[in-house]
């Protein structure tokens, strides 16, 4: 089993520019969700999951956009990215309270 | 709403020092989850322990151990004889049990950075 899959592992973009962080897990988790920790800061929830087609905000939803088509997948959408959200990214998928973190993406906004 | 302080920022020891890692929560829950995790430096966060609200009983995992207590609303989290491979950001974490429509979202502490030296 991968667990679960973050890519890409570093990125670099120009202020104005779109990405999607690609998150991805295998183990049938209902629950998904993505965090940014920076400096100081810990991990703060950006947005979460509890199953397909269902999304909410969590803390810092701002500048950034998701959605859940299949239980699988849960990607992160910077529609215009900001230096602000220079950050590294988790994503983590977790079923009965049990959680499991992808890598992380080391997001730069130059 | 829930809410977890991790008020040590950064502690240094020297190797073999006994260090403990407070956290402290606030929930309206009864019924929830507290963990923590590690941060090595080479950045993947690595599951040291769940508990759950019911269970009061202390934990030791080898030079490991955890202390929770409901009335003071505290999960420290204790390493004995500490090693230099100990050293990384430290985090305390809770989520509070699932209701209908609800969810398992996990609250972190902004982490304590432990540097044990030779």
């Known amino acids: 089993n991968a667990g679960v899959t973050q890519t890409p592992k570093f990125q670099v973009l120009k202020t104005g520019q779109s990405m999607t962080l690609q998150c991805a897990q295998d183990m049938n988790h209902e629950y998904m969700s993505w965090y940014r920790q920076d400096p100081g800061m810990g991990l703060r929830l950006i947005h979460y999951?509890?199953?397909?087609?269902?999304?909410d905000q969590g803390e810092v939803p701002n500048g950034y956009n998701v959605s859940r088509s299949t239980t699988e997948d849960f990607p992160l959408r910077l529609l215009s990215a900001a230096p602000s959200q220079t950050s590294v990214y988790f994503c983590?998928?977790?079923?009965?309270?049990?959680?499991?973190f992808g890598s992380g993406t080391r997001l730069t906004v130059v | 709403a829930q809410k977890v302080t991790q008020a040590q920022t950064e502690i240094s020891v020297v190797e073999k020092e006994d260090v403990t890692l407070d956290c402290v929560y606030e929930t309206r829950d009864t019924t929830y989850y507290l963990f923590w995790y590690k941060q090595p430096p080479s950045g993947e966060l690595v599951f040291l322990i769940r508990?759950?609200?019911?269970?009061?009983q202390n934990e030791i995992s080898g030079r490991y151990s955890w202390n929770f207590q409901k009335s003071t609303s505290s999960f420290n989290f204790t390493i004995t004889a500490s090693q230099v491979v100990d050293s990384a950001v430290y985090f305390c974490a809770l989520s509070e049990a699932r209701r209908w429509g609800g969810s398992e979202k996990l609250v972190f502490g902004k982490g304590t950075k432990l540097t044990v030296n030779p």
């Open positions: 508990r759950n609200s019911f269970d009061e």
């Open positions: 999951s509890v199953g397909a087609g269902i999304t």
């Open positions: 983590a998928s977790g079923q009965n309270y049990g959680y499991t």
